[in-house]
């Protein structure tokens, strides 16, 4: 299989590769059944990073359209292309303003946690892996151990263990960002880093800009800063651009708080033109816009 790469493209080069393997799969070129080049040879055949072949390969698991057979490779899937379901998702269009004050974070949390003892209950309050994942955090878990020794268990810089940063700054450069391992902090979690974001961002009496609905950690934290929360309403496209311009104009809040791959709790993902029309308004108003990417590894 031969993949041309357009090195002068703007597009990223694991979009390039992802692109030209489902035209190949569409076109029925790839057959269902089909073992595709492993990420090594791949890798070397179109003279890029394994990493960037992975993410590429990780793209079109999501899309349906290959799979991971464990120590044998990547196959096309039997039933590739589907008929998409019709989006039936048409939430209010009525912008939130909370004057009373939220159940706190442990509130919804013993909330969540007594529903969960309920039969016939599906909890989307957190983005957990499925269960059929965990044999193989299991065996990442014990190599990655094995590799390390007990570097595990003494202390390390504060901004997180430098070998972890350069592996994350290597990551990100494959998605056009570049940061080196100093540009990164590693926290305890994506509520750390939220709280530690907002609280440079925002004063008590702050708006900020939020989607409704919104994953209510992060409501927690903006009500332990004594932040106040608009929350615009979710279209199937992601958050309603026209109502937030209105409040964008008529409250000046300080920071716009977006989850913009798949999206918590309704599973959006927002497309590029929407993601830079948002961004568009920021810089227009001069508000800054915290993106909360935590589940971008599990689209890729």
Not at 55 to 82: H, K, N, W
Not at 139 to 146: C, D, F, L, Q, Y
Request: hydrophobic share 40%; aromatic share 8%; glycine share 8%.
């Amino acid at each position: 299989m031969k993949i041309i790469l357009d090195r002068r493209s703007s597009e990223p080069v694991y979009l390039q590769i992802r692109s030209r393997i489902r035209h190949l799969i569409e076109a029925g070129t790839l057959q269902a059944g089909d073992r595709l080049p492993s990420i090594r040879a791949l890798a070397e055949a179109t003279q890029v990073n394994k990493l960037t072949v992975i993410e590429a390969y990780s793209m079109l698991e999501a899309d349906g359209l290959i799979y991971a057979r464990p120590g044998a490779g990547y196959f096309v899937y039997e039933q590739s292309i589907e008929t998409p379901v019709p989006a039936t998702f048409a939430p209010r269009q009525e912008v939130i303003i909370p004057e009373t004050r939220e159940m706190s974070y442990f509130e919804i949390c013993t909330a969540v946690g007594h529903a969960n003892l309920q039969e016939d209950v599906i909890n989307f309050a957190s983005g957990f892996p499925m269960i059929g994942a965990v044999e193989d955090l299991q065996r990442i878990a014990r190599r990655a151990v094995k590799g390390v020794g007990d570097e595990l268990f003494r202390y390390d810089f504060p901004q997180g263990q430098i070998g972890l940063r350069k592996q994350i700054a290597q990551l990100l450069l494959h998605k056009g960002l570049e940061v080196s391992p100093e540009d990164l902090i590693v926290t305890n979690g994506s509520m750390q880093g939220l709280s530690l974001a907002m609280q440079h961002y925002l004063k008590p009496g702050d708006w900020a800009i939020v989607e409704s609905p919104s994953y209510h950690g992060t409501l927690a934290v903006l009500q332990g800063i004594g932040a106040r929360a608009i929350g615009i309403p979710m279209t199937p496209d992601g958050m309603n651009l026209m109502m937030l311009e209105q409040y964008l104009r008529s409250h000046r809040p300080k920071l716009i708080y977006t989850i913009s791959t798949l999206h918590n709790p309704t599973g959006i993902t927002t497309s590029q033109p929407h993601r830079q029309q948002l961004l568009a308004l920021a810089e227009k108003y001069d508000c800054v816009v915290l993106e909360d990417n935590a589940y971008e590894g599990t689209q890729l």
